[in-house]
């Protein structure tokens, strides 16, 4: 069952890099979706043979530290697979019930991971406190070899993820998942090498203890990002007040108001406003110069209903909304 579903991920994978390939986009944008694509698919071919692996030095030497990390390294799996999936929904073209598509699918994809996270580092803090009391004997050295295999997979896995997670939230949900493995294996690592020289096992918790203040620190930018965006919250770096400047800045616009700036997508955001213009007569040239300077300033998506001076509009529903 394992196998077909490994054999089922591997084919999907395939398919959706082959579609990708041949789609009539610039050639960047189409590049760097390859290059994107392809590191999902690596990263889960990666983790998942990682995961067989280390389950299976596991319980051959009976070890629940392995074990439980097994299942952590599954559930990251389970995590690229969704980010992957959220990846593929975005570029499903809209209909008239999702008028956007699935764009918005991989804010609630890089939200569901923030907070998987952040029951990784609740897991790793009741263990390591549980085994601070009661410390347990274990291999030292067998520890060290799987964790130095876990370090050397999810620091690959992270670096593929790297060049992109700047831009992309939901990519940078995969991104923390693997670097955080990779501290993780770190503290596993360094743990077994002392363990194994001094028989110290309360090493072990006080690493894992380390580990997860390192990963709670780096989990609450990604988690406040993702909470922000699901509630149709400003982008980061986006300042509507500067973006109202720019507006007012173009030759006719007298006044904008009623501005809403929201995500589409972890990459893509919108904007709607009111723009007050003396004459209908350059409203097209208007238009085209505002949206123009709006693309260059994050906003890919621009709604510009124009109004004139005279002209009653509703104020107050700003406060409404």
Known sequence: MI???????????????????I?????HHSHTIQNINTAFIVGIVLNLGFVFVEAGFGFAYRSLALLSDAGHNLSDVASLVLALFAFRLARIHPTNRYTYGYKKST???????????LVAVGIIFT???????????IDGDAI???AATGVLVNAV??????????KDLNIRGAFLHMAADALVSIGVLASGIVIHHTGWYVIDPVIGLVVAVVILFSTWELLRDS??????????????????GIMQSVSGVQEVHHVHVWAISTTQNALTAHVVVASFRDMEKVK?????????????HATLEFELPDEECNRCCDSEE
Request: with cysteine; aromatic share 14%.
């Open 23 to 27: 789609m009539s986009h610039d050639h």
């Open 288 to 300: 085209s110069s505002i949206k123009d300077s709006l693309r260059h300033h994050g906003i890919q």
């Open 157 to 166: 896995t992270a670096w593929l993820f790297y060049r992109h997670q700047a």
């Open 3 to 21: 196998f077909f579903v490994y054999r089922r991920i591997l084919y999907l994978s395939h398919c959706w890099f082959s579609e990708l390939q």
């Open 127 to 137: 263990e390591s406190i549980e085994k601070l009391y009661r410390p347990q004997p």
């Open 144 to 146: 060290a070899w799987v």
């Open 107 to 117: 804010i609630l994809v890089s939200l569901f991971n923030a907070l998987i996270l």
């Open 227 to 244: 909470v922000r965006l699901s509630l149709d919250g400003v982008p980061k770096g986006i300042d509507v007040t500067e973006l109202v």
